[in-house]
């Protein structure tokens, strides 16, 4: 008796662990974070060519009522669409967002290429695709800087990656036509 009682257990134990499984396999996928959406949205309205523009922007929430915003991009509009659609929602923002070139970080926003040619980059990395060349005099925006690398734009508006080494940097005053096109 004893022992179809144990049986018994083991049997009712099992078949409810199936079915919490079962049920759990059953249930609807997460639903995909609908702020990030929006950003993505609104993204592709503004950029065609990501060789041209950065949006690296994520949302994340912040607690029960907010969410965060944060990342960078190259266009102004960009961070003013999102923030004025996520500020629709009925939860509070954080806004986090930073417009390349961040002049508040990097005095010198401007460069001159002073090699005869001095390779872009796709990464910060000498193993990373090489997506174009620049030659000596060309002049470039400087977006950011990390470590020895920098991120910058041509004048055919292409964006990529340099060692600081092959520019000399300044700021706008200093530069030789005081801006670049």
């Known amino acids: 008796m004893k022992h179809s009682f144990r049986i018994r257990l083991l049997f009712n134990s099992y078949l409810f662990f199936f079915l919490?499984?079962?049920?759990?396999?059953?249930?609807?996928?997460?639903?995909e974070n609908k702020f990030q959406s929006e950003i993505d949205r609104i993204a592709l309205k503004y950029i065609a060519d990501k060789r041209e523009a950065i949006c690296n922007i994520t949302a994340a929430t912040y607690g029960k009522d907010r969410i965060i915003v944060k990342g960078e991009t190259t266009i102004p509009e960009?961070?003013?669409?999102?923030?004025?659609?996520?500020?629709?929602?009925?939860?509070?923002?954080?806004?986090?967002?930073?417009?390349?070139?961040?002049?508040?970080?990097y005095k010198k926003c401007f460069g001159v290429v002073t090699l005869s040619?001095?390779?872009?980059?796709k990464e910060p990395m000498h193993k990373s695709e090489l997506v174009?060349?620049?030659?000596l005099g060309t002049p470039v925006i400087v977006l950011k800087t990390e470590e020895s690398w920098v991120l910058v734009r041509t004048p055919d508006k292409y964006i990529s990656w340099t060692e600081k080494s092959s520019l000399m940097l300044m700021d706008k005053m200093n530069s030789p036509t005081g801006k670049v096109k």
Do not use: W
Not at 132 to 135: D, E, H, L, R, V
């Open 20 to 31: 919490l499984v079962l049920a759990c396999n059953s249930c609807s996928p997460v639903p």
């Open 78 to 105: 960009i961070k003013s669409d999102i923030i004025n659609a996520l500020a629709k929602s009925d939860i509070g923002l954080i806004d986090s967002i930073i417009i390349l070139p961040d002049t508040s970080l």
């Open 132 to 135: 174009s060349q620049a030659i």
């Open 117 to 121: 040619v001095a390779n872009l980059r």
